[in-house]
């Protein structure tokens, strides 16, 4: 069974940084990872992807700021966060996509950002 644990998140002044990570556990064949974001009274939007093959693509609100990578060794995915707004503030989940079409979601974790 695949499982998907998020970590990292946490408060941070505006303009500061934050590095999350989702950890991959059991045998999936994965056809795209993502992070998406929910704020409160708002619906879970797309912020960033990553293809099996390294294709990247962005919310246009976080180009720039944003860095989605992966490492396939440790079955990892990161979401670097770089020059952060309160906007950012958000729960972050990680999502998988594999090639049976199934997808997969994260617990969450919380990213507050501070003005």
């Known amino acids: 069974q695949v499982q998907l644990v998020e970590s990292g998140g946490g408060l941070v002044q505006a303009g500061g940084s934050l590095g999350l990570s989702c950890a991959v556990s059991g045998n999936a064949f994965i056809k795209k990872m993502g992070w998406y974001r929910q704020a409160p009274g708002k619906q879970r939007e797309l912020v960033a992807t990553?293809?099996?093959?390294?294709?990247?693509a962005y919310a246009d609100s976080v180009k720039g700021r944003f860095t989605i990578s992966r490492d396939n060794a440790k079955k990892t995915v990161y979401l670097q966060m770089n020059m952060l707004i309160p906007e950012d503030t958000a729960v972050y989940y990680c999502n998988l996509e594999d090639f049976f079409r199934r997808v997969y979601w994260g617990q969450g974790t919380q990213v507050t950002v501070s003005s």
């Open positions: 990553i293809t099996n093959d390294g294709n990247t």
